[in-house]
């Protein structure tokens, strides 16, 4: 990673107000994506990720949403940006693939039109000349007939072929930054494939850094550089992939590597799992969120553990791997 990181995050808590009180749904997250990284958040549904996401695009608009800490991009914390600037930012220099591909996109226009808008929106070009860039991103993803796509409405194209689009309206303006939530979700293995093919190719050929939210471990496998594991709102474990592959540190890592079908090796008859099932934004344990479901859990993890590191890994678990 590069000494000045693209997009630092520093103590990220994100909670809403209720009338249980406020709730908190992300706690003290902090992590750092460098030029042309691809750093992958992982985890359970309700972990944190995409939340997190949203907060650096600045997309939460609850009126009870209370959002703290720091979002350092290119040397400006968005948290502290006029909206007219962040406007500027969101689309341009930082841009976001929604999970739902299905959903995402605007029935009543063409996606074409859809494209152009945003190019137009952050550059002062012709809307000829915006046509000619939307449909070039069509064909840059890989869509055979780019002029003839161009003009359909989304509900007349597949899911993969929205999650291309989707992909091209982000890259219109050559982003430093692109988010990916879920970028394969309800997609089926062939084409999944494909659309990670294109996230690897958007390092070489644009030149960004991605932030890659995702369930699949194997995903991460494929074309992460570094990975951020959540669980309940918080970071159970980072580091590089290799390493976090090679020796888990934290027994939910393990849980979810363990997990995995074999490819090499003698075929299980029945595949871990993780008992139990994460806790409820309302009902975390006072100190270790996995605790509840954790074998080595002992009077110990009844306290939270702090997010130690040490040689280029963290971890917050108090029977870390390496303390053993």
Known sequence: ???????????????????RGV??????????????????????????KSLTALSVMRLITDPNAVITGEIWFQGRDVLKLPAREMRKLR?????????????ALTPVYTV???????????????????????????????????????NRFPHQ???????RVMIAMALSCDPALLIADEPTTALDVTVQAQILELVLKLRTDFGSSVLLITHDMGVVAQVADRVVVMYAGCIAEAGDVAGMFARPAHPYTA????????????????????????PAPHDKPAGCGFAPRCGLADAQCAMRPALHAQAGRSCACWKAAWHG
Do not use: W, Y
């Open 112 to 150: 074409g039109a859809q494209i152009m808008e945003q190019i137009r929106v952050h550059q002062n070009i012709s809307r000829r000349a915006a046509r000619a860039r939307a449909v070039e991103l069509l064909r840059a993803m890989g869509i055979a007939d780019p002029r003839d796509v161009a």
């Open 91 to 103: 689309g341009g220099a930082m841009a976001m693939i929604f999970q739902d591909p299905m959903t």
């Open 23 to 48: 709730l908190p749904i992300v706690e003290d997250v902090s992590f750092a994506i460098g030029t042309r990284e691809i750093l992958a958040v992982v985890g359970e549904s309700g972990s944190g």
């Open 157 to 163: 194209l597949s899911g993969g072929m929205r999650q």
């Open 255 to 278: 849980g979810l590597l363990g997990a995995i079908p074999r490819l090499h090796g003698a075929k299980l008859a029945r595949l871990p799992a993780i008992p139990g099932a994460p």
């Open 1 to 19: 990673m590069s000494e000045t990181p693209l997009l630092d995050i520093r103590n990220l808590c994100v909670s809403f107000r209720t009338a």
